[in-house]
């Protein structure tokens, strides 16, 4: 199970963190992505890392405002997301697979859901 959480509302140029809690099975050696879909618009596969050796994979739209991580021990996904803007608004899902970091990112393809969190940046 995934649970997504930090959510929220937040200025055009802040930040959030997301969290994705994973229970019943261990992080590694899962790839954990987040997923988002902003209204009317297909899913977008936002950014994913290899919880065994720490590879990151961002989309374009996020490279250089967004970070990845996660800490195992915590059994736990992170996603910092700074420079916010306005285009960023969406449902953000996390997820976790076993196709591989890059393979997720672009086919959005993953074994395991959580539930969407909020993120709705003002301009």
């Known amino acids: 199970q995934l649970q997504a959480s930090g959510g929220g509302l937040v200025q055009s140029g802040g930040s959030l963190r997301l969290s994705c809690a994973l229970s019943g099975f261990p992080l590694d050696p899962y790839a954990i992505g987040w997923v988002r879909q902003a209204p009317g618009k297909e899913r977008e596969g936002v950014s994913c890392?290899?919880?065994?050796?720490?590879?990151?994979y961002y989309a374009d739209s996020v490279k250089g405002r967004f970070t990845i991580s996660s800490d195992n021990a915590k059994n736990t996904g992170y996603l910092e997301m700074n420079s916010l803007k306005p285009e960023d608004t969406a449902v953000y899902y996390c997820?976790?697979?076993?196709?591989?970091?890059?393979?997720?990112?672009?086919?959005?393809?993953?074994?395991?859901w959580g539930q969407g969190t909020q993120v709705t940046v003002s301009s």
């Open positions: 890392i290899s919880t065994s050796d720490g590879t990151t």
């Open positions: 997820a976790a697979g076993l196709r591989g970091s890059e393979y997720s990112l672009k086919n959005n393809e993953y074994d395991y």
